[in-house]
């Protein structure tokens, strides 16, 4: 369930990124920041990142489309019993389509990746997420302080 709701956070700031201006900029920057964060806990070398990052990248595409079609279209409270019944079937049946992602990832990451890294994927995705929140705190409280002084 952390994990979910740290993806619904991510996503959320990707989206944030998405409509202020620069917002393509933006995306690089955190994509780069992603590629830095699992080289380092990975600890890829140049040939294991050039065949980790196509098959990574079009998991993370994958499990973007998944997590989209998870959204409800209307708030809980403003649905009736059996949409909020099939919301919850269609949740268990994402979470299900996101196991099965997570299992072909690990498939095609064994052609080029050995099974200690691999297994450290949850960690690198863990300390991105958190790095990028504490990233953003700081340039959030860094625009806090610059706007407090020109006041």
Do not use: C
Not at 93 to 105: A, F
Not at 119 to 124: D, W
């Amino acid at each position: 369930m952390i994990k979910f709701i740290y993806s619904i956070l991510l996503f959320g700031v990707i989206l944030s990124a998405q409509a202020q201006p620069n917002s393509e900029a933006r995306l690089e920057r955190i994509r780069a920041f992603r590629v830095a964060v699992f080289t380092d806990v990975l600890r890829l070398t140049p040939e294991e990142a050039q065949g980790f990052w196509p098959i990574y990248n079009e998991y993370l595409e994958n499990r973007e489309k998944t997590l989209e079609a998870l959204r409800p279209q209307k708030q809980v409270d403003a649905m009736s019993d059996s949409e909020v019944e099939e919301a919850i079937k269609r949740h268990f049946e994402m979470r299900q389509r996101e196991i099965e992602l997570e299992k072909e990832l690990y498939q095609k990451l064994r052609r080029v990746l050995p099974a200690r890294k691999i297994a450290r994927i949850p960690s690198a995705e863990r300390a991105f997420r958190e790095r990028l929140v504490e990233r953003l705190q700081n340039a959030r409280e860094r625009r806090r302080e610059h706007l407090e002084r020109r006041n």
